[in-house]
């Protein structure tokens, strides 16, 4: 097993590390597998009662590695990746994510199911996923335009383009912007004082929070992911992918 995913676990606290800095922590294959299989665990697994997301001080998570969406594109819901995403959809207990720099694709979306966000100040996050050639996943579709409104979900989904940790507590995405070399000491902070509180509450909690929306977030994560994966193999997301492979600007003129 690689060391892309650190897990580490201090008391009741399992954190788990995006630990790929050279490639920007853009997730494989290999790593959603590592984090579908420990949140499963985690989930009933007693002696954990919070789990913390975090990367680096300088990076969250550049989104998926686009070389494997090119190379190993996922193929049916039990790709390691649709299996991570109903693994931290589902997840009964609290969540918290540090999150410091770009935080790209599902950097971002994968936040919309946790239960809070501690910011760095240079955190920017984007879900760039029109100008790749495919559409939202994680339930974004859904979830990002009950968080922030119809008009700016459309701005972030349709335009792609990157909004900065102070725009990201303006419209509810994260619960508190801080330095970066912060970020970690919050959350660390805030998973303890939870880990101290009685873990039948806090589940219970987390149901009641969220009742009513899990049917109809794993259905729209489904139907998202029919066309994300048939998008995946078409024109536009392959002239995307080129292009960034290129170090140059896509030409979207033929597709
Ligand atoms: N998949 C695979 N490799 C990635 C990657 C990704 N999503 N994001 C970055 N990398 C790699 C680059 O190819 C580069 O590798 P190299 O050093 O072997 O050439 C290395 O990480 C550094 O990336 P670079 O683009 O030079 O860093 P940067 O600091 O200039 O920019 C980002 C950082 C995150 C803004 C930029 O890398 C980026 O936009 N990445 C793509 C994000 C994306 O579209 N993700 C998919 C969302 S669905």
Request: charged share 20%.
């Amino acid at each position: 097993m690689s060391n892309d995913i650190l897990s580490h676990t201090e008391g009741a606290i399992l954190t788990l590390t995006f630990n790929r800095a050279q490639k920007k922590n853009s997730i494989t294959v290999d790593m959603y597998q590592q984090l579908a299989d420990a949140l499963t665990a985690a989930s009933t697994d007693a002696t954990i009662r919070v789990v913390v997301f975090q990367g680096h001080e300088a990076i969250f998570s550049a989104g998926n590695d686009l070389g494997d969406f090119m190379n190993v594109p996922p193929a049916g819901g039990d790709s390691p990746v649709f299996q991570f995403l109903r693994a931290i959809a589902s997840f009964p207990k609290p969540i918290i994510a540090a999150v410091c720099g770009p935080a790209v694709g599902i950097g971002t979306t994968l936040l919309l199911h946790c239960d809070l966000v501690i910011a760095g100040d240079n955190a920017a996050f984007s879900m760039p996923f029109v100008n790749l050639g495919l559409c939202p996943e994680a339930a974004s579709s859904l979830l990002v335009p009950q968080m922030m409104g119809y008009h700016r979900a459309a701005e972030a989904l349709l335009l792609g383009e990157p909004f900065m940790a102070e725009a990201a507590l303006e419209v509810g995405l994260v619960n508190r912007v801080v330095p970066p070399s912060e970020a970690t000491r919050v959350a660390m902070q805030w998973a303890q004082k939870l880990a101290a509180k009685p873990i039948s509450s806090l589940i219970e909690t987390k149901r009641l929070l969220k009742k009513g929306d899990a049917q109809v977030v794993a259905e729209r994560m489904k139907e998202e992911g029919v066309s994300f994966g048939r998008m995946l193999r078409e024109p536009a997301a392959k002239e995307a992918f080129t292009a960034f492979m290129e170090r140059r600007l896509p030409d979207f003129s033929n597709v």
